[in-house]
């Protein structure tokens, strides 16, 4: 009789306040939504505060908004925190205001200096006040050489963020990260970063919807996982772009999501608790669903395998992460190395 009243196990979503979606690899991939991502988002809006937190600086927000629009969702320019609000936000403590302000990037990062009421200008000639660099997919030479100019003199330097890559119809392209570098190893310094996994970006969304319980969800644990954990907010990993099963089990402390999630499906289905327990010789036994991982000294083995790969991503992780050791450290049972393409 007591089964039957068992309380069922908290989703993702319990408890929160307010959810913070990527982009990019998270809702679409290129101009297309990603399998179940729309429809699961209309859905967790109907419960509770939607906002979208990117580092694409290369649109507006009511550009990413209209977007999303297009796509259905329901979506104003408002719910849309850009990396390069944020990187104005990070300026505006480092030059007076209406500074005339060199700007590397699109229209979003342009629009935003603007409306701060900085001048832009694409020359180091016109005296800059200083630098801010964000990705727009027409950056080239010229553009990086301008910053460099300006950045010998000594000025401030704000990136809108540090992503190496970004996902697009075609696959894995360079992002801003990769461009960064280039202007960094001309001038030998590096700027001051605003977006994704700097804390300011998710301080922005934290006041704007007055959200003290968010749920960070995206797809890259470098960016989304390690801001949103920076920022004292839970965080879930969708495996639906840039990292997989591979990059979960390899994740250092500060990485590691609070929940890992096929797609955004799972955001509404109860989240399974991870077991563990060690016995007298040491060995620590790991229980997520119908399976079981065991782990001792260095030695991960999978002693029961359920029907769901998920979990076993899930207990696999939690054994390697509660180790402390470094996953080139530990020798690995072959399924999980299956689910990471080794």
């Known amino acids: 009789m007591l089964g039957r009243f068992r309380k069922a196990a908290p989703t993702p979503l319990t408890d929160r306040d307010a959810l913070l979606f990527d982009l990019d690899g998270v809702v679409y991939t290129g101009p ?13 809006a ?44 990070v300026l505006a403590t480092l030059v007076e205001p209406g500074s ?8 979003g990062l342009v629009s935003e200096v603007e409306n701060a009421g900085f001048v832009v200008t694409r020359s180091a000639e016109d005296d800059p006040a200083a630098v801010i660099q964000g ?20 000025i401030p330097w704000v990136a809108t963020n540090t992503d190496w890559t970004i996902p697009v119809a075609r696959g894995i392209a360079p992002g801003n990260g990769t461009l960064v570098s280039a202007v960094h190893l001309a001038v030998g310094r ?56 591979k990059q979960v089990l390899a994740a250092n402390a500060t990485m590691r999501p609070t929940y890992i999630l096929d797609d955004l499906r799972g955001l509404f ?28 000294e260095n030695v991960v083995r999978v002693a029961s395998r359920g029907r769901d790969d998920l979990d076993l991503l899930r207990a696999g992780a939690a054994a390697i992460h509660g180790s402390g050791l470094q996953i080139y450290g530990v020798d690995v049972d072959p399924a999980l190395l299956a689910l990471a393409g080794g």
Do not use: C
């Open 190 to 245: 590096l700027p001051v970063f605003a977006g994704k996994p700097e804390k300011a970006i998710f301080d922005v969304a934290a006041e704007r919807f007055g959200a003290s319980r968010a749920l960070v969800v995206g797809d890259r644990l470098d960016t989304d996982i390690l801001g949103g954990n920076r920022a004292g907010m839970a965080t879930a990993l969708v495996l639906t772009g840039i990292d997989r099963a």
């Open 46 to 89: 109907e419960q509770l505060r939607v906002g979208y937190i990117t580092n694409n600086a290369s649109r507006t927000d009511e550009s990413v908004a209209e977007h999303l629009r297009e796509l259905g969702l329901h979506v104003t320019a408002p719910d849309v925190v850009t990396s390069p609000q944020a990187a104005v936000r």
């Open 135 to 154: 990705f727009a997919p027409h950056v080239g030479w010229e553009h990086l050489a301008e910053a460099s100019f300006a950045l010998h003199t000594g």
């Open 100 to 107: 005339r302000i060199l700007v590397v990037g699109g229209d």
């Open 32 to 44: 297309g939504a990603i399998p179940h991502a729309v429809e699961s988002i209309n859905r967790a």
């Open 269 to 296: 289905e109860p989240y399974p608790e991870v077991r563990e327990t060690t016995d007298s010789d040491g060995v620590r036994t790991i229980e997520v669903g119908e399976t079981v991982v065991m782990m001792r």
